[in-house]
């Protein structure tokens, strides 16, 4: 599904960001490894609760693009 592929993508580009193991973003999503294991590869149908926890948890690992944003209209 389209919320499957979508959490897939937003965990592999915290991971790409952040260099965080599957453990540590299962911590701060209050899943387990495998799950977090299983929504990097797309293999899993993503609960609500944890698509949320995701997407909140991509909001704030690249909430500091804010910075790019004030340097072009600067």
């Known amino acids: ?3 499957n592929s979508y959490a897939s993508r937003l965990l592999n580009e915290i ?4 260099e ?4 540590c973003i299962a911590k701060k999503l209050g899943v387990s490894q495998p799950t977090v294991n299983r929504i990097l ?7 609500g609760t944890t698509f949320l926890a995701i997407s909140e948890l991509h909001a704030s690992v690249f909430s500091d693009c804010d910075k790019c944003n004030s340097a072009v209209e600067n």
């Open 1 to 3: 599904s389209f919320m």
């Open 15 to 18: 991971r790409s960001r952040t």
């Open 20 to 23: 965080w193991s599957e453990i």
């Open 41 to 47: 590869k797309n293999q899993v149908d993503c609960k």
